[in-house]
């Protein structure tokens, strides 16, 4: 019997799966009686940890945007959670309030949610077409409207500097098909929640996403 120690095995943070390293999925927030805040909140949270794996600092733009209104939508849970439960809730006692604090906030933070989910479905549905094209099709068709002269080229840099596919994928982790698997239901989750919201903006006359 050999007496040798095996070697030790050290897994490193890149050998992990990016869907491995998310605390709560979006198809995992519950939007039954309408969509859970801070669970909305937690699953957001790994958008901007998935925008490191562009490993540019011309996302940076996009990261500080995305946390700067999560951060907002949390302080209102915070401040009101009796009338901020869920996503709906707040919208409504804010505007019965005629005190937006956070709605401006969570629309904004909705329409970089639709740009990112855009972005990726046209990029998943294309392999022909490299990450840069499909990011710029979705920002023109999502942010680019409501951003003015001043930030559109910062996000045009951005969106310029995305990397190539064939080095994005891989960094996502391995097995390629299950991590594909994992990435089609994420954005599916939060599909879900996008549509819903939409609905909910238009029915209540609160803007547009």
Not at 105 to 113: D, E, F, P, V, Y
Not at 186 to 206: C, H, P, Q, S
Request: glycine fraction near 4%.
């Amino acid at each position: 019997m050999s007496t040798e120690t095996p070697p030790v095995v050290r897994i490193t943070e890149e050998d992990v799966p990016f869907y491995k390293t998310v605390k709560r999925s979006f198809k995992d927030v519950h939007i039954e009686g309408g969509v859970q805040t801070d669970q909305f909140c937690e699953a957001c949270d790994a958008v901007i940890q998935f925008f490191d794996l562009f490993n540019n600092a011309a996302f940076s733009i996009v990261q500080n945007d995305l946390s700067s209104k999560i951060a907002k939508v949390r302080e209102r849970l915070a401040a009101k959670p009796e009338t901020s439960q869920t996503l709906e809730q707040l919208l409504i006692d804010e505007k019965q309030e005629n005190v937006p604090f956070a709605t401006g906030a969570l629309t904004w933070l909705l329409r970089s949610l639709k740009f990112t989910t855009l972005g990726l479905r046209l990029n998943m549905a294309d392999q022909k077409e490299e990450l840069s094209t499909s990011m710029t099709k979705a920002y023109e068709r999502t942010l680019r409207p409501y951003h003015g002269f001043m930030i559109r080229p910062l996000f045009r840099l951005a969106m310029n500097v995305c990397p190539y596919r064939a080095k994005f994928y891989p960094s996502l982790g391995e097995p390629e098909d299950v991590v594909m698997q994992e990435l089609d239901q994420w954005l599916a989750g939060l599909e879900v929640i996008l549509d819903r919201m939409t609905g909910f903006y238009k029915a209540g006359n609160y803007g547009s996403i």
